[in-house]
């Protein structure tokens, strides 16, 4: 029987990339999982589908939610589904993200709320509404920040939003640490997943980087199952670094040299 | 107009190829004015994808931007979209005169929302097109005319091997825009 046996699990935006292997992940370790995408109509949707399917006929439960998190009334609504079908949550993880690739000094008003919607007001919502179907038993709540809350990266302004995030992880964890529901953040260094193609557009060469600067999917989601676990339960408010080592080198290799 | 080194046939079927190796669907599903994201099912990830795979079949760079986010820069945040998220007669005229004859319609108060599910292959085709338009009549680097396409879609000198030097495509935009205004495109708009 695995670690989240018995428990519920929602993954904000879990249709594809990162979100879908964490998805995957718990469900493997026992929980029943709600997979959260935001478009209605589009390939997302179509994959949450294909996610929610492949773990019901592994004898989960598991169920496609489609709600744009920077959206108060559509999260209301999504967490008023999960409590009229599960009851409860007891593990939520925060990992939809959202933003335009730009510089700086390039953001239009619409591009900044954007960017404060899906990724700081979005993740307060769901933690609001998380918070009475976790009533009156642990939790565990994990962040998924990355390594642009500390460093910069070419036209990459949801870093900004991302440091916000390590901040409210400390802030959440204090206002819960009673409640015996655990909050953490896990920095995510550089992956291979649909984020790399925006990546390699605007970060020529990123994508022949040696193997060794990238992580890989399943490393992080096991890190993240272990947060969600009783184990880690003394594991309050942390933003862990799970980058395969990247951020501790100055110096990289130049591509092709 | 000079004969254009790379046909748009053939642009036509590396946009169809981008676009079903991107969806993994078959490249039949795709014609010229199918909607990427209301026939196809795009979402803004496989715009990415899609442009990426059109940039390393040609060697060039495909914009960023779409052409309104480019009017707001340039002239300012409210002259092609309004508090309401809706076009304004400036963005129409723009558009109109930009990619009228690719087809896509729009009318001012239409949201912005809408905007992107305008885009079709013919768009895709009309911005690469336009992209490989701007290679010059001879090679900077040894002053020949002798542009090839050796492999069927990159441009390269025939004399001394060197890559064309072509715009980018945000910086094609700009100069459209630029030469827009210039023109008075802008001001004949204004009621």
Redesign the interface.
């Known amino acids: 029987m695995g670690p989240c046996h018995g428990r519920v699990a929602l993954v904000t935006g879990s249709s594809?990339g990162l979100g879908r292997v964490i998805a995957r992940t718990l469900s493997e370790a026992g929980a029943d999982l709600i997979i959260n995408y935001r478009?209605a109509?589009?390939?997302?949707e179509?994959q949450a589908r294909a996610l929610a399917k492949e773990l019901v006929e592994r004898g989960s439960r598991a169920v496609a939610i489609q709600a744009d998190i920077g959206q108060k009334d559509a999260v209301a609504a999504m967490f008023q589904q999960i409590g009229a079908e599960f009851g409860r949550l007891d593990i939520l993880v925060l990992n939809a993200a959202r933003a335009p690739?730009?510089k700086v000094g390039?953001l239009?008003?619409?591009d900044l709320l954007e960017l404060v919607e899906t990724n700081y007001l979005g993740n307060v919502y769901c933690m609001q509404q998380a918070l009475p179907l976790m009533q009156g038993r642990p939790g565990h709540v994990v962040f998924i920040s990355s390594l642009g809350s500390r460093f910069v990266l070419p036209?990459y302004p949801l870093g900004s939003m991302k440091a916000a995030m390590e901040s409210l992880v400390k802030q959440w964890a204090t206002e819960l640490g009673e409640r015996q529901i655990t909050v953490n953040g896990v920095t995510v260094g550089l992956l291979k997943t649909?984020s790399l193609?925006?990546l390699?557009?605007?970060w020529p060469g990123v994508e022949r980087l040696p193997a060794s600067a990238f992580v890989e999917l399943e490393d992080v989601a096991r890190v993240i199952l272990f947060l969600c676990t009783d184990a880690a339960r003394s594991i309050r408010g942390q933003n862990l670094v799970v980058d395969n080592g990247l951020s501790n080198e100055l110096l990289h290799a130049a591509p092709g040299s | 107009m000079p004969e254009p080194l790379i046909s748009q046939a053939t642009i036509y079927r590396a946009v169809q190829t981008a676009i079903g190796e991107a969806?993994q669907i078959s490249e039949e599903k795709v014609t010229p004015d199918s909607s990427l994201?209301k026939d196809l099912?795009?979402?803004s990830?496989?715009l990415?994808?899609i442009?990426?795979r059109l940039?390393q079949d040609f060697n060039i760079v495909m914009p960023?931007?779409y052409l309104l986010?480019h009017v707001?820069?340039l002239f300012g945040?409210g002259t092609a979209?309004d508090s309401q998220?809706r076009l304004t007669g400036a963005a129409v005229t723009i558009w109109n005169a930009r990619l009228g004859s690719a087809g896509a319609a729009v009318r001012a108060g239409m949201s912005?929302e809408e905007v992107p599910a305008l885009v079709t292959p013919r768009t895709l085709v009309m911005v690469v097109e336009e992209i490989l338009a701007t290679c010059p009549a001879t090679c900077p680097a040894c002053g020949k005319s002798a542009w090839t396409v050796a492999d069927g879609r990159t441009i390269t000198c025939g004399q001394c091997g060197a890559s064309a030097p072509l715009q980018a495509g945000d910086d094609v935009i700009r100069q459209w825009l630029e030469d827009f205004r210039a023109r008075g495109g802008l001001t004949s708009s204004t009621p």
Do not use: C, H, P, T
């Open positions: 594809r478009q109509g589009g390939r997302s179509a690739f730009k390039e239009l008003k619409r036209s649909d193609i925006v390699r557009q605007y | 969806l994201i099912g795009v979402e990830l496989d990415i994808d442009n990426f940039e960023r931007k986010e707001e820069e945040e979209i998220d912005i």
